[in-house]
């Protein structure tokens, strides 16, 4: 499922910018990076360096592009924010390695050229796309497809099998970042940053644990997510990685599978 997810992507651009001038979030647009210049009625300082502007929580927007159109164009609807209600038009050119726009700070009117002239309130810039590499956009769709909750529904060590009501308390909990947190009856018992690789086959899943009863050490373990069930078998801190999903008698590993919780049951 994940290695079918990657097909589906395409090249990501990220955002970094050479701002002159703070520039408005609202205008920028997704998933767009390495921003190379800015015009701002006309001005342009080429002098400047890469200055970091993320926006952690842009505000809502509503876009509708028309692609039909010479030159192409786009208007943004602030939904949400200090905006709110405010509509901007905006031209743009799209190819293989660039992204360039203009859109009108000033109103609706829609800018006629890719050009900034002095006074005009038209905004120019000019993007460089930045590729994904293969094992990032897989480590990408990974992340994603691991982040819940989860509740085992089988667990063995060493060949033995834990019992129903052992199950029941246990629990593991993974965000987008990465982070797991692992529960026994509702208590941390391991919690760390995990590192996947779903390049290696089978797919690899180690995790540095910064709490619990193995704090400062890390394990290295294998994973699959097949029919809706996440399976990571693992053995203790320092010892190899495991080679195949199995817990046998004496083997050191640790075989444990786990659904996905519902959004009714984690209410």
Same mark, same amino acid.
């Given at each position: 499922?994940?290695?079918?997810?990657?097909?589906?992507r395409?090249?990501?651009?990220k955002?970094?910018?050479?701002?002159?001038?703070?520039?408005?979030?609202?205008?920028?647009? !997704?998933?767009?990076?390495?921003l190379?210049?800015?015009?701002?009625?006309?001005? &342009?300082?080429?002098?400047?360096? &890469?200055?970091e502007?993320?926006?952690?929580?842009?505000?809502?927007q509503k876009?509708?592009?028309? &692609?039909?159109?010479?030159?192409?164009?786009?208007?943004?609807?602030?939904?949400?924010?200090?905006?709110k209600?405010?509509?901007?038009?905006?031209?743009?050119?799209l190819?293989?390695?660039?992204?360039?726009?203009?859109?009108?700070?000033?109103?609706?009117?829609?800018?006629?050229?890719i050009?900034?002239?002095?006074?005009? #309130?038209?905004?120019? %810039?000019?993007?460089?796309r930045?590729? %994904?590499?293969?094992?990032?956009?897989?480590?990408?769709?990974?992340?994603?497809?691991?982040?819940?909750?989860?509740?085992?529904?089988?667990f063995?060590?060493d #060949?033995?099998?834990?019992?129903?009501?052992?199950?029941? !308390?246990?629990?593991?909990?993974?965000?987008?970042?990465?982070?797991?947190?692992s529960?026994?009856?509702?208590k941390?018992?391991?919690?760390?940053?995990s590192?996947?690789?779903?390049?290696?086959?089978?797919?690899?899943?180690?995790?540095?644990y910064?709490?619990?009863?193995?704090?400062?050490?890390?394990?290295?373990?294998?994973?699959?997510?097949?029919?809706?069930?996440?399976?990571?078998?693992?053995?203790s801190?320092? %010892?190899?990685?495991?080679?195949?999903?199995?817990?046998?008698?004496?083997?050191?590993q640790?075989?444990?599978?786990y659904?996905?919780?519902s959004?009714?049951?984690?209410?």
């Amino acid at each position: 499922m994940v290695r079918a997810a990657l097909h589906a992507r395409r090249p990501r651009l990220k955002r970094s910018a050479h701002i002159r001038r703070p520039l408005h979030p609202n205008l920028l647009p !997704k998933n767009v990076a390495n921003l190379r210049s800015i015009r701002r009625g006309g001005d &342009a300082d080429p002098r400047i360096e &890469a200055v970091e502007e993320p926006v952690d929580k842009p505000a809502r927007q509503k876009r509708l592009a028309d &692609a039909t159109t010479t030159p192409k164009h786009f208007d943004t609807t602030i939904t949400d924010g200090p905006a709110k209600g405010k509509t901007y038009s905006a031209i743009y050119e799209l190819n293989d390695n660039s992204y360039r726009y203009c859109g009108n700070l000033r109103g609706k009117e829609r800018p006629a050229k890719i050009m900034s002239a002095p006074g005009s #309130g038209v905004m120019l %810039q000019v993007l460089k796309r930045e590729r %994904q590499s293969a094992k990032e956009a897989f480590v990408e769709v990974c992340r994603k497809e691991l982040a819940a909750t989860w509740l085992a529904v089988s667990f063995e060590r060493d #060949g033995s099998s834990a019992s129903a009501e052992e199950l029941k !308390k246990i629990k593991l909990i993974i965000d987008v970042e990465g982070k797991t947190t692992s529960l026994i009856d509702g208590k941390v018992f391991l919690a760390g940053a995990s590192a996947v690789d779903p390049t290696q086959d089978p797919m690899t899943f180690d995790v540095s644990y910064t709490e619990g009863v193995s704090k400062g050490r890390s394990t290295l373990g294998i994973f699959r997510i097949e029919d809706g069930l996440l399976t990571i078998c693992r053995r203790s801190p320092g %010892q190899p990685r495991p080679s195949e999903f199995a817990s046998t008698n004496g083997s050191g590993q640790i075989l444990i599978s786990y659904k996905r919780e519902s959004a009714e049951a984690s209410k």
